[in-house]
């Protein structure tokens, strides 16, 4: 006998990853400059000309509920794949941020990106969200979406770093990925309730 009834199981949770944002990723900067061209960065909105993927309009039909974060490259992503229905803004959603390490030289944007998230990761969060109080949110975070998916899908709009700290905190909870689309822009993946989290099953 399955671990969940069908009669009785929630809906899906869908997380989907913003658009592509108007911003040079190519830029060359320092890190002080880098700081300035992330801050700049969470106020941008979306780059013209593009439109959802039909597979993520059509998991957004199906939901019950839809979520966004606060950050307008997010909001504008709920907004071009939701065909103009009501979503829930929670800044629980926005991005973990990415502080940069105070080190010489000038690279691009992109490369510094990676340079924070790994410092970041790595425990440097020079006064910001640490990578420990980011794990907090993501856990509450998934406490919500898993909450809303009581009474049928949903769909959040959010982005491609917490969008992953989200996958440990929906496994722990018994949900599965069970279509992994990727971390590129527009990408969305689905997790389905598989089985009781493991302290409801006395393991």
């Known amino acids: ?35 300035n061209w992330w ?23 199906g939901a019950r509920l839809l979520f966004a974060s606060t950050l307008r490259r997010a909001i ?15 800044s629980i959603f926005v991005e973990a941020p990415l502080p940069p ?3 010489p030289g000038s690279f691009p944007a992109r490369t510094w990106g990676v340079f924070a998230r790994c410092s970041w990761w790595l425990g440097l969060s020079r006064g910001r969200e640490s990578r420990v109080q980011a794990e907090r949110r993501a ?8 909450e809303a998916a009581q009474t049928g899908p949903v769909v959040l709009f959010a982005h491609g770093w917490f969008n992953r700290m989200l996958r440990p905190a929906l496994r722990r909870r018994g949900w599965q990925c069970v279509r992994d689309g990727g971390d590129h822009y527009w990408s969305w993946r689905r997790y389905e309730l598989k089985h009781a989290p493991a302290t409801e099953r006395g393991a």
């Open 1 to 35: 006998m399955s671990d969940t009834d069908p009669q009785t199981a929630p809906g899906y949770i869908t997380i989907a990853r913003h658009g592509e944002p108007d911003a040079n990723r190519r830029e060359r900067l320092g890190w002080q400059a880098y700081e």
């Open 39 to 61: 801050a700049n960065y969470d106020l941008a909105g979306l780059k013209g000309g593009q439109t959802p993927p039909e597979s993520l309009v059509q998991e957004v039909e």
């Open 76 to 90: 504008e992503t709920a907004e071009a794949a939701s065909g103009g229905r009501e979503f829930d803004i929670n």
């Open 101 to 103: 390490p105070r080190m």
């Open 139 to 146: 856990e509450q975070a998934a406490d919500i979406l898993i």
